[in-house]
């Protein structure tokens, strides 16, 4: 066990419907990140929260959107989905905004999109 | 823009024999880098760290890698493969100075034959 909380592990829906995937960091981590994990696109960092502010946005859709909570969990909500977004969602969490040593990931949440 | 390339999709290689695993980097001044590991099923686990000193680090599982900064490389290796070794490998880097996340290659798949 990492430390680090994703829920739920899978999840199955459909095209144009909403979800929320949900994270919560290591104790006493502030930083918490999200990736995609995709066959061919292999990682894509999505965004990066620290203490509840937005740090920076990757390769994330607009239809995406995060936020992170006042007990720092985090969730990321993704929207009138497509087939295309069937991946593995990971969160990873660090104690500084940099993450110069090295990023804790949860276990993701598999995403099937049908 | 700081880049990972891991350049085989695969590695082979037989239990007890040496392995390598490729990672080659582009990051602004001095790099940070990390290797990753991923079981099936699993998050990305850490096996180890380059922020400064020792061009030779040490980590997890009898893994090592070696900083090269003429050729912008971070190998991971060890002496004997195991078996239970098969997973799928990252790279990582950031920069040193500034603020980044950390941007992953595409990852590299390695099979110890029995």
């Known amino acids: 066990d990492s430390g680090v909380t994703q829920t739920p592990k899978h999840l199955i829906t459909a095209t144009g419907q909403r979800v929320t995937l949900r994270c919560s960091p290591r104790s006493g981590d502030l930083s918490v990140y999200w990736y995609q994990q995709s066959l061919d696109q292999g990682l894509q960092f999505l965004i990066h929260y620290y203490n509840g502010e937005e740090r920076a946005k990757g390769n994330i859709l607009e239809r995406f959107s995060a936020q992170q909570f006042p007990d720092l969990h985090s969730e990321l909500n993704l929207s009138s989905l497509e087939l295309g977004d069937s991946a593995l969602y990971f969160c990873a969490s660090s104690v500084v905004i940099t993450g110069a040593y090295g990023y804790t990931f949860g276990s993701g949440t598999r995403l099937t999109v049908v | 823009a700081q880049s990972v390339a891991q350049p085989e999709d695969q590695v082979n290689v037989a239990e007890g024999n040496p392995l390598t695993v490729k990672c080659t980097y582009s990051?602004?001044?001095?790099?940070?880098l990390f290797w990753y590991v991923q079981y099936p099923n699993r998050g990305l686990q850490f096996l180890l760290k380059y922020i400064t000193g020792d061009n030779l680090v040490k980590g997890s599982y009898g893994f090592e890698a070696e900083f090269n900064k003429s050729q912008t490389s971070f190998h991971l290796k060890k002496p004997s493969a195991l078996v239970s070794d098969s997973a799928l490998y990252f790279c990582a880097v950031r920069g040193v100075s500034g603020y980044s996340t950390l941007t992953f290659g595409k990852g590299t798949m390695l099979l110890v034959s029995p």
């Open positions: 990051v602004s001044g001095n790099p940070y």
